[in-house]
């Protein structure tokens, strides 16, 4: 994780240097929000074995993010944020299995456009995301339970609503393509090691405050 953090930093630092040296106008800005996220999994899976589909809770939980403006309209963000999710497998061929909850730790680096002019400044943005798994309860039925980590694409759309000439607010809305692969040790249930293949796909709505600095 801190290796992810290193090398996010050091792609900003180098923007940043960019910019300054080939540019004649310093645009150059840093952004910070906070802001309350819903996290809600478009989820399915191929579960080997015993068959089924996956049912993946979604979960609210507050986010930090930094942006840095290459020029007036270029800019990248950083997003930062954990959330926990319940896990259960359904409509097997054993019936419906409980797989306790996992925390994921998804780190978001996004390339934005930013609209200018007037109060209101939309922005579209891409990126990549790498989202790590960690914290697994195992639920009732389950020995054990893990989860890969996965590396995808994240794609972004917002808007910035400015206060004052620090102070705005945020509406954001992304769409992570995110997909694991799942091993479950099962107990005297199963009998088995069954194996997953699942898709998280999740859409993350937030809206929040933002400073400029």
Known sequence: MRKILFISF??????????????????????????FISVTPN?????????????????????????????????AELILGTTNH???AKNTSVGNIDLGDVWLLPPTLTFQYHFTGGK?????????????FYGA?????????????????????????????KWFLNFDIKHIRLQTDATVNATDALRATVNADVDINPFIIGIGLGLKF
């Open 10 to 35: 050091l792609v900003l630092g180098s923007m940043k240097l960019f910019a300054q040296n080939t540019s004649s106008k310093d645009y150059s800005k840093w952004q910070m929000r906070l802001r």
């Open 43 to 75: 989820e399915s899976a191929n579960i080997e074995a015993i068959g089924g589909d996956v049912s993946i809770s979604s979960s609210y939980v507050p986010e930090l993010d930094f942006t840095y403006f290459i020029t007036e309209n270029w800019a």
């Open 86 to 88: 319940d896990v259960e």
């Open 120 to 132: 209101a400044k939309p922005y579209l943005g891409a990126g990549v995301n790498y989202t790590i």
């Open 137 to 165: 309860d195992n639920g009732p039925v389950a020995n054990d339970v893990s989860y890969d980590n996965s590396l995808g694409l994240a794609f972004q759309g917002g808007i910035d609503y400015a206060l004052n000439n």
